[in-house]
């Protein structure tokens, strides 16, 4: 950073509640740049939150928000961590800074830059403490060992006090800036009087150590240095893992924004044309967007012509030619052309930025399931610290020693440590997860399997999901192989995806040296003195041949060599499983739906061909997000699979989604799972895994239950010392771990193969 330049978390700092200078001095700050007013007159800011540790804390945010006078609605994104915030009356931003500092947590007005800076910061932290755990918990089991070994065999009790005191100076600062995570995230639960995961584990932590320093002073046989510290890394490396996934899905959803035209080149009345930022362009100002250009707004085709890239609203990857009259979006892509559009619509009122405003409301409302453990979790920690607790005041009653009654009520913690339960879902996860790679399934949410085992609905995209993602020649058979060779090399000369397609028709084809593409026609080239075109019907004088109705689906790209004459058939094919899945689907009892941006005409083939009755087309992103909700409305769980960046925001709304690998970045960020290769039969395993995962998640949750029945008693009686209660919990974790690996075998590669 720059010498003198302060930090967005140098101006708004709140770790007192207040800006950073003191409150004689410190000034007033003016966020009234940050508001913004919604379509519906409400005002509306964005925060973003620092200190989001686990799913609990978005009731808790939430709450704390909406207590406020005014507030209308407050939604937290669990993922983003970032917090919209509405207002009924006048704003009050600074109300609500006071309040999440009041509970623990630092905010900030809400930028791209801002949160990534957060977390990195957070990763950073993160990993320093994993790293400190990992070193302190490899030389304190080279100590640990020594002590083991020596108290069946010969070790006197001044070495075996020096290697306890020596664990205890690696193991007290390590824990102390290790568990910083688990420190605070129980503090801010104490705080305000509930209870998380991280209590027990961190009350589990304290005690440990505390009872091995008592130990240790009084030369005891046995310290737990060793358990605190191993649980302290094993439950960091799971929090780095999660953590450095829910920021890569972060950056990559933020891919959304390099859609985003810079710049426009808006003319004035005298026709003379300016370069003006985007921000500067108003509704009515007359733009001149090229060819390899972003459209920067709204607007209406006023003159010209050009093959406009739209995926963004319709989804297809095909281009569609746009002259005087038509509609055209912020971020779409010109391919060729010149198009002069009157601007309609500016910066928070463009389609693009409608997108951006579906896709963090449907991820919000997605965070709002709560997962298998976490349900687990609220039940688990309170029986935890009462039974604990029971423990110790019924030996002191008994007429224990404080000393005697301690010990018991730390075996107690210990043996009841959360650590099985940590374990019971993500185990399952990395195991089941390994399955389906194999079978060309990757995982980008880890509560991606107890959502998908629910679904009852499978909703389809058509274009790149269905069907392949690239187009390509269907019916090359209709030229010879003099004209096959001249159209292959006519193609290779252009960019355009359907001269792409043709040129793929003919491997190893080169581009004519003289080739001249005619922008918004095609390309032509003299071949043995004989002029021969492709592209349009238009351009090569085809437009008076017959078409077919078996080409509605289809787009259409005209070949002539001097008076012979051609129409080029360029469509995107089924996968060649889909029929198959979809038989294997309703097998498994999934509704099948087809929800496109493509044209009825092209969508109902495909629908026909598929068995699938229910579909829909011309679908924009509003449309696909509100079938889900009917659908949702309906009783449905709805697994979603799309892969165009129309798709983001309804992959987002979903119950659960998938997306192929070929998707866009934005698309890929949005989805539960991504799966490989050009067949359909990984949704298949991965709807059969998901089920059988969810299966050994309950069984894992029901192994720590009947593990602590039998446990607890015996260390409430004070049969288990806190070495054994340690031993017994590392059994327990082993148990919860074997269970796991049952999930081999449910193969994915067999289910996607049957």
Not at 79 to 93: E, N
Not at 222 to 237: I, K, N
Request: negative net charge; charged residues 20%.
């Amino acid at each position: 950073m720059t010498t003198g330049q302060a930090s967005i978390g140098d101006v708004f700092d709140l770790s007192a509640g207040a800006p950073a200078a003191s409150s004689a001095t410190a000034p007033a700050h003016d966020l009234s740049l940050y508001l913004r007013q919604e379509a519906d007159g409400r005002m509306a800011m964005d925060f973003a939150i620092e200190g989001i540790d686990c799913a609990a804390c978005i009731d808790e945010i939430e709450d704390a928000v909406e207590g406020l006078p005014g507030i209308a609605e407050a939604r937290l994104n669990y993922t983003s961590h970032r917090l919209a915030v509405a207002w009924r009356a006048a704003a009050d931003p600074a109300a609500v800074f006071a309040a999440l500092t009041g509970i623990g947590y630092k905010a900030y007005p809400f930028g791209a830059d801002t949160a990534e800076q957060i977390e990195r910061n957070i990763a950073r932290h993160l990993l320093r403490c994993l790293a400190v755990a990992g070193f302190a918990a490899m030389n304190i089991m080279l100590l640990s060992v020594s002590v083991w070994s020596g108290n069946v065999s010969d070790i006197d009790p001044e070495t075996r006090d020096l290697f306890h005191w020596l664990s205890a100076l690696i193991a007290l600062p390590a824990c102390a800036y290790a568990g910083q995570p688990f420190f605070h995230s129980a503090l801010r639960a104490l705080r305000n009087r509930a209870l998380n995961m991280d209590v027990p584990i961190t009350l589990g932590v304290m005690l440990a150590l505390g009872v091995s320093v008592y130990e240790t002073l009084h030369h005891a046989e046995h310290a737990y240095f060793d358990s605190a510290v191993m649980l302290l890394f094993f439950l960091l490396t799971g929090r780095y893992l999660d953590h450095a996934m829910r920021r890569k899905t972060r950056i990559e959803a933020s891919n959304l924004a390099a859609l985003k035209a810079e710049t426009a080149n808006r003319l004035d009345a005298a026709g003379g044309i300016t370069l003006v930022p985007a921000a500067a362009v108003k509704p009515g100002d007359l733009l001149l967007v090229r060819a390899g250009e972003r459209v920067p707004v709204d607007g209406f085709v006023v003159s010209g012509r050009a093959a406009v890239d739209e995926s963004l609203v319709t989804g297809e990857t095909l281009p569609r030619d746009a002259a005087a009259g038509a509609t055209v979006h912020a971020g779409a892509l010109i391919h060729y052309g010149v198009l002069y559009l009157r601007t309609t619509a500016v910066g928070e009122d463009t389609f693009l930025v409608e997108v951006e405003r579906l896709l963090e409301r449907a991820s919000t409302e997605r965070n709002r399931y709560v997962r298998l453990a976490d349900r687990a979790a609220r039940l688990y920690a309170p029986m935890v610290h009462a039974t604990a607790l029971l423990s110790l005041v019924g030996w002191l009653l008994a007429g224990a020693s404080l000393h005697h009654a301690v010990l018991i009520a730390v075996a107690v913690l210990i043996i009841t440590c959360p650590c099985a339960l940590a374990l019971a879902v993500p185990a399952v996860q990395v195991v089941a997860s390994g399955t389906l790679m194999r079978a060309g399934v990757l995982i980008n949410a880890g509560d991606a399997f107890e959502r998908l085992a629910e679904i009852d609905t499978v909703v389809f995209d058509k274009t790149g999901t269905l069907t392949t993602p690239e187009p390509h020649l269907a019916n090359a058979d209709v030229l010879s192989p003099a004209q096959l060779e001249i159209a292959g090399r006519l193609a290779a000369g252009s960019t355009h995806p359907l001269a792409c397609a043709v040129a793929a028709a003919v491997p190893g084809a080169t581009p004519y040296p003289e080739t001249r593409e005619v922008a918004g026609s095609g390309v032509e080239v003299e071949v043995d003195g004989v002029l021969a075109r492709l592209g349009s019907p238009e351009f090569c004088g085809c437009h008076d041949l017959p078409v077919e109705d078996a080409v509605a689906d289809a787009s259409l790209v005209a070949l002539r060599v001097g008076e012979e004459r051609a129409l080029l058939v360029v469509r995107q094919t089924l996968r060649t499983d889909a029929v198959e899945v979809m038989r294997r689907l309703r097998v498994m009892g999934k509704s099948l739906v087809i929800v496109s941006g493509d044209r009825p005409a092209a969508v109902m083939p495909v629908a026909e061909v598929l068995g699938i009755a229910e579909w829909q087309g011309e679908a924009t992103p509003a449309d696909k997000i509100a079938t889900l909700e009917r659908l949702t409305a309906r009783g449905r769980r709805v697994l979603m699979v799309g892969d165009g960046i129309n798709d983001a925001p309804s992959l987002a709304a979903a119950h659960v989604s998938m997306s192929p690998i070929a998707a866009a970045d934005v698309t890929r960020a949005q989805a539960d799972l991504v799966f490989l290769g050009d067949r359909l039969a990984p949704v298949v395993a991965a709807i059969a895994v998901a089920a059988s995962a969810r299966q050994l998640m309950r069984e894992n949750l029901i192994i720590a239950v009947i593990y602590n029945l039998f446990a607890v008693p015996l260390a409430i009686a004070g049969f288990v010392t806190p070495l054994v209660a340690a031993v017994a919990m590392s059994g327990s974790s082993v148990i919860v771990t074997l269970n796991a690996l049952r999930a081999r075998l449910h193969s994915a590669e067999r289910e996607a193969n049957a």
